[in-house]
């Protein structure tokens, strides 16, 4: 593995940096405390090609590697976790499965739009009693013609009633479990199509988290994502590529907390002369910094591996573990160096301890990620 990043990778977190800088981290603060969802910055995103970053050019993205794509997600998360989240769960989750398994009529119809930022995606597997357990989705699609019923609902959807499609894992034959799901592109305003609740959250408070409702939603049968019967597979592909993802936004939280913790350690004095001159606070200093590039490297590690076809479901999971883990352990740390300060609203590394949280709960929980290792390492 060649650990200098290309020209191309350079210019894209270059890019992505500056942006993120400009036009999110002023921001940040404001949109945390209102909860408002980012549209203006999203557009905005569209025209940089953000939205639609390893789709191939020839269906409206720009067509880059996984390591570029995790370089531009660490640079957003640095600046804002919602803005992060709500990038990388329509590029993962949505644009991803459609670019694989798409047929070139689904691709022409929904991912152009998506890869070009003129429609936002979400995924939606997670129900009241199916989260880590996706053979207990009970979300139904019954044959009617040429259409598919699909009654049920889902919840804590990123997005969820902000995207213009969503991919819907539903159960088509209940009785085989995991073996029965199948994915359908839904289009948001298809009628039987409502929104229930939107979450009030701890942390990623400008995305839209909120629950899903189908009552005999008519669906066309084109819009079957992959196969009829193999929506596990689609998952799980997807996931195993999300995760490399939601890894590289908890190293943005990390590095980002990392950064305030020593920018704070210059400026604050007790005793005479900066925190920073102390060993305490040096060592605290020595022992982020060094996870923080740990954790950097596996995500990259992943990203490296994708780009060559090769299996991740380990390392991706492996680099979300690892990574969240380190997200929450240097965001409280940051936080403990800024003693009081760091508990008020007034300083950043306040949200981005009440953010790096979720990194242990979404795309699967850092218990499912040791599940996945442990069952590959066992192969």
């Known amino acids: 593995m060649d650990f200098d990043l290309t020209k191309e990778q350079l210019m894209v977190r270059s890019t992505v940096r500056s942006f993120a800088e ?4 002023p921001v940040a603060q404001q949109m945390d ?13 569209g025209q940089l090609n953000m939205m639609g970053m390893t789709v191939p050019r020839e269906w409206g993205g720009a067509g880059v590697d996984s390591v570029s794509y995790v370089l531009a997600i660490e640079e957003l998360a640095k600046a804002c976790g919602s803005t992060s989240v709500i990038m990388a769960v329509h590029n993962s989750v949505c ?3 459609i670019n694989v398994f798409g047929t070139p009529a689904q691709k022409e119809k929904y991912l152009k739009p998506l890869a ?4 936002l995606g979400a995924f939606a597997l997670t129900e009241p009693g199916a989260g880590s357990d996706a ?15 699909l009654n049920g609902n889902k919840i804590f959807i990123t997005s969820g009633c902000e995207a213009d499609i969503l991919l819907v894992t539903v159960s088509t034959e209940p009785p085989k479990g995991t073996k029965g799901l199948t994915v359908f592109i839904v289009e948001k305003g298809t009628p039987g199509f409502t929104y229930g609740s939107v979450e009030d959250k701890m942390g990623v408070r400008a995305s839209a988290t909120s629950e899903l409702v189908f009552e005999n939603c008519s669906i066309p049968r084109e819009n079957m994502l992959g196969d009829l019967n193999s929506g596990f ?3 799980m592909m997807t996931l195993d590529s999300s995760r490399i993802g939601i890894a590289a936004q908890a190293v943005g939280f990390a590095q980002a907390a990392l950064e305030e913790a020593v920018k704070y350690s210059k400026e604050r004095e007790q005793f005479g002369r900066p925190i920073g001159k102390f060993q305490a606070i040096q060592w605290m200093l020595a022992e982020m910094a060094t996870k923080v590039a740990a954790a950097r490297f596996l995500v990259h590690r992943a990203a490296w591996m994708a ?14 573990l690892y990574a969240s883990r380190i ?29 790096a949280k979720i990194t242990e709960i979404y795309e699967g929980t850092s218990e499912v990620q040791r599940m996945v290792i442990a069952r590959e390492s066992l192969r």
């Open 22 to 25: 400009k036009e999110i981290k």
């Open 33 to 45: 405390a209102s909860g408002e969802f980012p549209w203006p910055i999203l557009r905005k995103m």
């Open 95 to 97: 644009c991803h499965p």
């Open 116 to 119: 070009e930022g003129k429609k």
């Open 135 to 149: 053979g207990a989705v009970r979300t139904t699609a019954i044959l009617d013609g040429d259409n598919y019923i």
């Open 233 to 235: 597979k689609v998952g």
């Open 307 to 320: 780009d060559r076809g090769q299996k991740i479901s380990k390392e991706s999971a492996m680099a979300k």
């Open 327 to 355: 997200a929450v352990e240097v965001a409280n740390n940051a936080l403990q160096i800024h003693g009081g300060y760091g508990y008020t609203k007034d300083y950043a590394v306040e949200r981005l301890f009440r953010e």
